[in-house]
């Protein structure tokens, strides 16, 4: 079975430019997560869906948006880029989510390398 | 606010030592998620374990051992008999209720050495 997958692998853009990420889960999953992974950091949680509704978001600023799609596949829009977002972007997916379900474990994407000059 | 410390940096160990990787959490919920991940150098993030916060039994697989103890906010890792192969950068993560979900938080990681 097919894991995690992203796309693109790497992007290379000018700041003030947007940049739209894309994931696609474990067939069967019903949650994708995105997070932000600068170099010698833990992973940034951004977003959390489920079922195509925002489940949980993190402390990013609102050029960060995110969609969830009926295949349960997944977009990460970030406008106006900064150096700053300059990272690896990770997708995780995992069975559900929601607070009745409880956390699952998540099983993440390669990542897409997202550089900014 | 939560919050996961992984106070080690980096650990360098030789073969058939055991390690432990620490980690500390602060939460004020009373229903959270525990997670272990192992990033390898290729890069993706692979799950260990999991563990709810209801849950404080100490769990053995294989080489690995999970010991938490709520008492101290710990879920401390550790490996029996390293090998080479252990080398990685281990994340531990806290998962916390957040607007109809969960919010997932990384420690900084600890990154692992084992020499042959």
């Not at chain 1, 739209?20 to 940034?44: A, F």
Request: a neutral charge.
């Amino acid at each position: 079975d097919a894991g995690v997958t992203q796309s693109p692998t790497h992007l290379i853009k000018t700041r003030g430019q947007h940049v739209t990420l894309r994931c696609s889960p474990i067939s069967g999953h019903k949650s994708v997560s995105w997070y932000q992974q600068v170099l010698g950091q833990g992973p940034q949680f951004i977003f959390q869906y489920y079922e195509k509704e925002e489940r949980g978001r993190g402390n990013f600023p609102d050029r960060f948006s995110a969609r969830q799609f009926p295949n349960y596949s997944s977009e990460l829009n970030v406008n106006a880029l900064l150096l700053g977002d300059s990272a690896l972007y990770l997708c995780a997916s995992s069975l559900r989510a929601g607070l009745a379900g409880g956390s699952y474990e998540q099983y993440f994407g390669p990542g897409t390398r997202l550089t900014v000059t | 606010a939560q919050k996961v410390t992984q106070a080690q940096t980096e650990i360098s160990v030789v073969e058939k030592e055991d390690v432990t990787l620490d980690c500390v959490y602060e939460t004020r919920d009373t229903t959270y998620y525990l997670f272990w991940y192992k990033q390898p150098p290729s890069g993706e993030l692979v799950f260990l374990i999991r563990r709810n916060s209801f849950d404080e039994q100490n769990e053995i697989s294989g080489r690995y051992s999970w010991n938490f103890q709520k008492s101290t906010s710990s879920f401390n890792f550790t490996i029996t008999a390293s090998q080479v192969v252990d080398s990685a950068v281990y994340f531990c993560a806290l998962s916390a209720p957040n607007t109809g979900g969960f919010k997932t938080i990384f420690g900084a990681g600890t990154r692992l050495f084992v020499k042959a």
